[in-house]
C-alpha cells in the first residue's frame, strides 16, 4: 500500500460545482502539504498543515479551502470549481526533523500519486 | 532572482553518457537540498538528498553541493532509458522554506 493516498486519482466535472481531494497518509509525518502542477509551471504549494491544529495558507490558495481532520487525513476542497483550476494535484508529507524550534525542518517531502482533475 | 533556476531542456544525453543536471539558489542561507525524479504524468519521487558540501554519491547518481557558489548538481552515470524524466530541484532556504525548481526535462539518445 501507497504511504501517502489520494483520492479520487481522476475527476472531471462541470464548472460550479463542489469538489474535494482526499489525502491520507502511514508514513507518520506531522507536516501535509497540498499542490498544484501546471504544464510549464512547476509545483505551486496551495495550502499547508504543520499540525492538527495548523493551516497555512501557500503561494496560490485563493478558490480553495482545506481541513485536516487527523494526523494522517488533509483534505483540499475547491468550492465552486472552475475551469483554470484544471490541472494536476499532489498532496505531500514530510517529517519533522531534528530541528528544536517548531518551524524547523530539513526533511525532504513525500508525494502521493496525484489526482488529475478537470473542469469542464 | 528566482529562489531556485533551473535549465528547462530538454538536455538530451546518449545511453551510457554521464548526464549532467544543474541548479543554483538566491539564499545563501539555504541548508538542506534535494533532487527528485518526475516521469510525465507521476508523482516527483525524491533521489537524492545532500546537507554538506561536496559529493553524495548512491548508485548511479552523485550529488554535488557547493554553498560557496550556490549551486548543486546531479550526476547520472551510465545513463539508461528508465532515466529520462524531468528532474526537479528543491532547496530549503534559511527560513525553513522548501522551494521547487521548475524541473529539467532529460531525454536519451539511442
Known amino acids: 500500500d501507497a504511504d501517502v493516498t489520494q483520492t479520487p486519482r481522476n475527476r472531471i466535472t462541470k464548472t460550479g460545482k463542489r469538489i474535494m481531494l482526499e489525502c491520507s497518509q502511514t508514513?507518520?509525518?506531522?507536516?501535509m502539504y497540498w499542490y498544484r502542477q501546471d504544464p510549464g509551471l512547476g509545483l505551486q504549494l496551495i495550502y499547508y498543515?504543520?499540525?492538527?491544529?495548523?493551516?497555512n495558507k501557500g503561494e496560490i490558495s485563493d478558490g480553495y479551502s482545506v481541513s485536516r481532520q487527523a494526523q494522517a487525513k488533509f483534505s483540499l476542497s475547491l468550492e465552486s470549481a472552475i475551469p483554470n483550476q484544471t490541472a494536476l494535484y499532489f498532496c505531500?508529507?514530510?517529517?519533522?526533523?531534528?530541528?528544536?524550534?517548531?518551524?524547523?525542518?530539513?526533511?525532504?517531502?513525500?508525494f502521493g500519486d496525484g489526482t488529475r482533475l478537470s473542469i469542464l | 532572482q528566482k529562489e531556485v533556476e533551473q535549465n528547462s531542456g530538454p538536455l538530451s544525453v546518449p545511453e551510457g553518457a554521464i548526464a549532467s543536471l544543474n541548479c543554483t539558489y538566491s539564499?545563501?542561507?539555504?541548508?538542506?537540498f534535494f533532487w527528485y525524479r518526475q516521469y510525465s504524468g507521476k508523482s516527483p519521487e525524491l533521489i537524492m538528498s545532500?546537507?554538506?558540501?561536496g559529493d553524495k554519491e548512491d548508485g548511479r547518481f552523485t550529488a554535488q553541493l557547493n554553498k560557496a557558489s550556490q549551486y548543486v548538481s546531479l550526476l547520472i552515470r551510465d545513463s539508461q532509458p528508465s532515466d529520462s524524466a524531468t528532474y526537479l530541484c528543491?532547496?530549503?532556504?534559511?527560513?525553513?522554506?522548501?522551494?521547487f525548481g521548475k524541473g529539467t526535462l532529460l531525454t536519451m539518445n539511442p
Open positions: 508514513k507518520g509525518h506531522d507536516r
Open positions: 528543491a532547496v530549503i532556504n534559511s527560513n525553513y522554506k522548501l522551494t
Open positions: 539564499d545563501r542561507g539555504s541548508q538542506s
Open positions: 498543515s504543520f499540525d492538527v491544529k495548523d493551516i
Open positions: 545532500i546537507y554538506s558540501n
Open positions: 505531500a508529507t514530510s517529517d519533522l526533523g531534528t530541528g528544536v524550534q517548531t518551524l524547523d525542518s530539513n526533511q525532504p517531502q513525500h
